[in-house]
């Protein structure tokens, strides 16, 4: 059955004029059979399926039609471990011939542009400084401004890739460039892959990463026993697919996949691989990700936004502050009467000589003479009836009479 639906698809894309290519790909989805028939052919060792398939999906990916090239994209994971199974498995070279040019033929479409010219991919690198949505630069802590930070303030560091080399072949060298590569562009189009790929993509990784290792006992995976040579900028592309899995409803595969990973990565001591992955699965323990996301739902990154807080206290005191203030008694604020309820207190401020910070009655103070201790005059011609204005009152009748005693005119009644 399944060989009968992959030959249907072979032989109707071939007699398709051009002018139908856009709907052709539109329903593609409608054909449920159709992509776990591809899996199976991908995954025989020996099927002569396999060469016109991969023809096929050159073909769709050298159409430029945005849909059928997806739709070959899913398929990359699959096609990638049967590229780096096929020396250990011992499989017949022409098999693997066709996945090694329909590979080369994706690379070598991906680094160019229309015209032919070879591409430079550009990568902006935020700076901390600047909120984002993943960070407000005030929870980092302050931030020194010296001379080199205000001089970096603002800049975007830009961060480029390219060109890239043709290639004809695969060899020892450059294989893992090319996967690199690809496994780049297929995160680029994370977002419409299906479940089935994101699976493949959790599989992969696990099974490149332990095999020929003593986990893969645990994992009791009995495919192939040598180990596979990896590179830290291929595990990281592995590492970016994997957090986007996890996200959206595979959890179980790629938690494994992630804990492969970073398994790899701490046996190779890659510290590129052990950043990224380790800051992946503390986010884990977020609340968007504990909640678990649903396979039916919304196919996004789930970020937790960290709230706005104002850079200054709203309680800062600054010279415009201190300038506007106005100060409020007790007794003076119309709103409540009698000055009790939600009035400002009053600030009372004495200085080292008994005056008060207080205003003062515009008009001129008369004493003819020093009252006595205990008397009800006051230096301010205001009158609080409370007990605590009375103590300010009694305080600086003391403090002014001890003043007027020290002088030389007053010096019988310092004596007295």
């Given at each position: 059955?399944?060989?009968?639906?992959?030959?249907?698809?072979?032989?109707?894309?071939?007699?398709?004029?051009?002018?139908?290519?856009?709907?052709?790909?539109?329903?593609?989805?409608?054909?449920?059979?159709?992509?776990?028939?591809?899996?199976?052919?991908?995954?025989?060792?020996?099927?002569?399926?396999?060469?016109?398939?991969?023809?096929?999906?050159?073909?769709?990916?050298?159409?430029?039609?945005?849909?059928?090239?997806?739709?070959?994209?899913?398929?990359?994971?699959?096609?990638?471990?049967?590229?780096?199974?096929?020396?250990?498995?011992?499989?017949?070279?022409?098999?693997?011939?066709?996945?090694?040019?329909?590979?080369?033929?994706?690379?070598?479409?991906?680094?160019?542009?229309?015209?032919?010219?070879?591409?430079?991919?550009?990568?902006?690198?935020?700076?901390?400084?600047?909120?984002?949505?993943?960070?407000?630069?005030?929870?980092?802590?302050?931030?020194?401004?010296?001379?080199?930070?205000?001089?970096?303030?603002?800049?975007?560091?830009?961060?480029y890739s390219g060109p890239h080399l043709q290639r004809e072949t695969f060899t020892a060298q450059n294989r893992f460039e090319v996967l690199t590569f690809l496994l780049l562009c297929y995160n680029a189009a994370l977002s419409y892959m299906t479940s089935s790929s994101l699976q493949s993509l959790c599989q992969l990784s696990s099974r490149v990463c332990i095999c020929g290792y003593p986990r893969q006992q645990l994992r009791r995976y009995k495919g192939i026993s040598s180990r596979l040579t990896v590179t830290s900028e291929f595990l990281v592309q592995l590492i970016t697919g994997i957090h986007y899995a996890l996200c959206n409803g595979e959890m179980d595969l790629g938690s494994k996949a992630l804990d492969d990973v970073l398994y790899r990565a701490q046996l190779e001591l890659y510290p590129e691989a052990l950043l990224v992955g380790n800051?992946?699965?503390?986010?884990?323990?977020?609340?968007?990700?504990?909640?678990?996301?649903?396979?039916?739902?919304?196919?996004?990154?789930?970020?937790?936004?960290?709230?706005?807080?104002?850079?200054?206290?709203?309680?800062?005191?600054?010279?415009?502050?201190?300038?506007?203030?106005?100060?409020?008694?007790?007794?003076?604020?119309?709103?409540?009467?009698?000055?009790?309820?939600?009035?400002?207190?009053?600030?009372?401020?004495?200085?080292?000589?008994?005056?008060?910070?207080?205003?003062?009655?515009?008009?001129?103070?008369?004493?003819?003479?020093?009252?006595?201790?205990?008397?009800?005059?006051?230096?301010?011609?205001?009158?609080?009836?409370?007990?605590?204005?009375?103590?300010?009152?009694?305080?600086?009748?003391?403090?002014?009479?001890?003043?007027?005693?020290?002088?030389?005119?007053?010096?019988?009644?310092?004596?007295?």
């Amino acid at each position: 059955m399944d060989q009968g639906v992959v030959e249907e698809w072979l032989s109707e894309f071939k007699t398709l004029p051009d002018s139908a290519v856009s709907s052709y790909a539109a329903s593609l989805k409608e054909k449920g059979s159709l992509v776990p028939a591809l899996y199976k052919v991908i995954r025989e060792n020996y099927s002569d399926l396999l060469e016109p398939v991969c023809h096929q999906l050159f073909e769709f990916y050298r159409s430029g039609e945005p849909r059928l090239q997806r739709f070959v994209l899913q398929f990359l994971p699959e096609l990638l471990w049967s590229l780096l199974l096929a020396p250990s498995a011992a499989r017949d070279p022409h098999t693997s011939g066709c996945i090694e040019a329909l590979l080369l033929g994706i690379y070598n479409l991906e680094i160019v542009d229309k015209d032919g010219q070879s591409k430079v991919l550009s990568f902006t690198v935020p700076s901390l400084s600047k909120p984002s949505v993943y960070h407000e630069p005030s929870t980092i802590g302050s931030l020194a401004l010296t001379e080199g930070a205000l001089a970096n303030h603002g800049l975007r560091r830009v961060v480029y890739s390219g060109p890239h080399l043709q290639r004809e072949t695969f060899t020892a060298q450059n294989r893992f460039e090319v996967l690199t590569f690809l496994l780049l562009c297929y995160n680029a189009a994370l977002s419409y892959m299906t479940s089935s790929s994101l699976q493949s993509l959790c599989q992969l990784s696990s099974r490149v990463c332990i095999c020929g290792y003593p986990r893969q006992q645990l994992r009791r995976y009995k495919g192939i026993s040598s180990r596979l040579t990896v590179t830290s900028e291929f595990l990281v592309q592995l590492i970016t697919g994997i957090h986007y899995a996890l996200c959206n409803g595979e959890m179980d595969l790629g938690s494994k996949a992630l804990d492969d990973v970073l398994y790899r990565a701490q046996l190779e001591l890659y510290p590129e691989a052990l950043l990224v992955g380790n800051a992946i699965k503390s986010s884990q323990q977020c609340a968007a990700l504990k909640s678990g996301a649903s396979k039916e739902g919304a196919r996004s990154i789930q970020v937790e936004i960290t709230p706005t807080s104002s850079r200054i206290s709203r309680n800062a005191v600054t010279s415009l502050s201190i300038r506007g203030h106005r100060w409020k008694r007790h007794d003076g604020d119309p709103a409540t009467p009698g000055g009790q309820g939600s009035s400002i207190p009053e600030i009372s401020v004495t200085m080292p000589n008994g005056d008060s910070l207080r205003p003062r009655d515009p008009r001129p103070l008369t004493q003819s003479e020093p009252e006595p201790l205990g008397s009800a005059s006051e230096v301010s011609p205001t009158h609080d009836p409370s007990p605590r204005g009375q103590e300010v009152r009694r305080q600086k009748s003391v403090r002014r009479l001890v003043d007027e005693s020290s002088g030389p005119s007053s010096a019988g009644r310092a004596q007295y």
